[in-house]
């Protein structure tokens, strides 16, 4: 994500959320440098998640470790469609 993205992600996580501030410069910078390589709409999705099960407030933290949750699903999901292909080639 760049600061421009961040910014738009900490303006929704302060209507949701009274503890943070739509984000200043620093704030902004500073998770961007964290979440440089988080696709925005999976911090997106992350802080919308976060919010529906949780009323603690979102960090950086939390949307990396949604995003590296993601990744793992995904690499298992083809990783298991992967081992079902060559199943089915390798049948008599």
Do not use: C, F
């Not at 902004?28 to 407030?57: G, I």
């Amino acid at each position: 994500m760049n600061a421009a993205e961040v910014a738009r992600l900490l303006g929704i996580a302060s209507t949701l959320d009274n503890k943070i501030s739509a984000g200043s410069t620093m704030q902004v910078r500073t998770w961007a440098h964290v979440l440089d390589d988080v696709p925005y709409s999976a911090a997106e999705n992350a802080l919308r998640e976060h919010y529906r099960r949780s009323t603690e407030t979102v960090m950086p933290a939390d949307i990396v470790e949604s995003w590296r949750a993601a990744r793992r699903e995904d690499a298992e999901r083809e990783h298991n469609a992967a081992l079902r292909a060559r199943a089915i080639e390798q049948r008599p």
